[in-house]
T-cell receptor, first 113, second 112 residues
Framework: DTGVSQDPRHKITKRGQNVTFRCDPI?????LYWYRQTLGQGPEFLTY????????KSRLLSDRFSAERPKGSFSTLEIQRTEQGDSAMYLC???????????FGQGTRLTVV | KNEVEQSPQNLTAQEGEFITINCSYS?????LHWLQQHPGGGIVSLFM???GKKKHGRLIATINIQEKHSSLHITASHPRDSAVYIC??????????????FGKGTHLIIQP
């Protein structure tokens, strides 16, 4: 499988717990994006990496959110002290460079109870 | 105000009908994507456009840069085309510097 993969597909957590999601992009893609999608809405940009460098973070990304891409390959998105409002689908996408076609993973659906 | 607007939000049609979904954006873009999302499923990229027209099977996407408008057409629609279709633009400003700005999606249902 050479597509973008995300793990886990589903996560249920109690409010206040920390969660971490992983994204493995297409291997030759140097750009990696994280998006969040709530029910009935289009995805919203969270952050993106070019190789290992995190180049931009959305104002939507509070201090409880942190993302890393330590070796320029896979990326992790951590949410600390989860809140019910964090419940959403978290999507990862990768591309080769700006404007090139972006390929999306299946997403991680987070439910905070 | 969303910089990328889609219409209609919901569309129900009969099998075989010609479908058009519209997308308008308010600032300059470098590329526009049409994406498909099935219920509970991931997002699949259908087209990436920066000018003109692209065709893939029964799907056609067009873009008019001067009018800041793009359309996605489905010919001979089929129930398996039922999904949410999302327009996403790579904006010159906003969108988080090279992130995509998404429309809210068009929920399409094709009835047999």
């Amino acid at each position: 499988d050479t597509g973008v993969s995300q793990d886990p597909r589903h996560k249920i957590t109690k409010r206040g717990q920390n969660v971490t999601f992983r994204c493995d992009p297409i291997s030759e893609h140097n750009r990696l994006y994280w998006y969040r999608q709530t029910l009935g809405q289009g995805p919203e940009f969270l952050t993106y990496f070019q190789n290992e460098a995190q180049l931009e973070k959305s104002r939507l990304l509070s201090d409880r959110f942190s993302a890393e891409r330590p070796k320029g390959s896979f990326s992790t998105l951590e949410i600390q002290r989860t809140e019910q409002g964090d419940s959403a689908m978290y999507l990862c996408a990768s591309s080769t460079f700006t404007g090139d076609e972006a390929f999306f993973g299946q997403g991680t659906r987070l439910t905070v109870v | 105000k969303n910089e990328v607007e889609q219409s209609p939000q919901n569309l129900t049609a009969q099998e075989g009908e010609f479908i058009t979904i519209n997308c308008s954006y308010s600032v300059g873009i470098s590329a526009l994507h049409w994406l498909q999302q099935h219920p509970g499923g991931g997002i699949v990229s259908l087209f990436m456009l920066s000018s003109g027209k692209k065709k893939h099977g029964r799907l056609i996407a067009t873009i008019n840069i001067q009018e800041k408008h793009s359309s996605l057409h489905i010919t001979a629609s089929h129930p398996r085309d039922s999904a949410v279709y999302i327009c996403a633009a790579l904006l010159y400003s906003g969108g988080g510097a090279d992130g995509l700005t998404f429309g809210k999606g068009t929920h399409l249902i094709i009835q047999p």
